[in-house]
């Protein structure tokens, strides 16, 4: 069974102290938002979604519907009764959270969506693209609904869209930079996942995402023994 860098770095140096935190989190961390913890604008549970046939949300939607989550993959069609392709749909309602605290906020869509919070931009994963996944954080207090507006557009293709959440103590990144201060030595593994790379889309660039890089800048900004593993 294969193991992880993290196990073979413990199994490797008994004899020394290895710390460690994840630094980032990716779309496999994150789970789909259950529908209890939305409400629509009149109250009931779930959010409004509103349909259009054309990919610039323009005219009257062809159809209102309640949607309990945001979670769709329609693959090469669409919504029921509507285009395979150029149709998008605005969801809208409020988001309570269960626990106070810092959110990791997700959308992964073919093609763009967009996510605002109390009409601030928190994700942007706008464009042309297969499934992508973007993510941005925000404070949430439990019990206290926030305005979400989710927008999503398809022009050809591949059609979905999911809307995912992991709360946070705080932002890994900051936990990491934190760790390393306190350290003798930092080593960071880096490189690319199916958020970068798949079989339905190629790298941007052979670049590291700029999360990484960020990262990889903080951690040097604060230990001067830095190790990057390219795995």
């Known amino acids: 069974q294969a193991k992880s860098p993290l196990d073979g770095i413990v199994e490797g140096a ?45 005219g009257k939607p062809v159809k209102k519907q309640i949607d309990s989550q945001i979670n769709f993959d329609w693959r090469q069609g669409g919504p029921e009764g509507m285009n395979d392709d150029n149709f998008s749909v605005i969801w809208t309602g409020t988001l309570t959270a269960p626990k106070t605290g810092k959110y990791f906020l997700g959308t ?70 934190k760790l390393a201060s306190e350290t003798d030595a930092a080593i960071l593994f880096m490189g690319f996942s199916e958020q970068d790379e798949s079989e339905g889309f190629d790298r941007a660039s052979n670049s590291l995402p700029d999360d990484q890089v960020n990262l990889i800048s903080r951690v040097i900004d604060v230990n001067d023994r830095v190790v990057v593993v390219l795995n």
């Open 108 to 177: 992964t869509s073919d093609d763009g969506s967009r996510v605002y919070i109390n009409d601030q931009l928190i994700v942007d994963n706008w464009g042309d693209h297969a499934m992508v996944t973007k993510t941005g954080f925000i404070d949430l207090s439990a019990d206290t609904p926030v305005d979400i507006r989710v927008e999503f557009y398809e022009h050809y293709g591949d059609a979905g869209i999911k809307l995912m959440w992991q709360q946070a103590a705080v932002a890994p990144v900051e936990q990491a930079v």
């Open 14 to 58: 008994p004899e020394m102290k290895i710390s460690y935190s994840p630094g980032l989190f990716i779309s496999g961390d994150m789970e789909i938002i259950p529908g209890e913890y939305f409400n629509t604008p009149d109250g009931q549970t779930g959010l409004m979604g509103a349909y259009y046939n054309n990919p610039d949300f323009k």
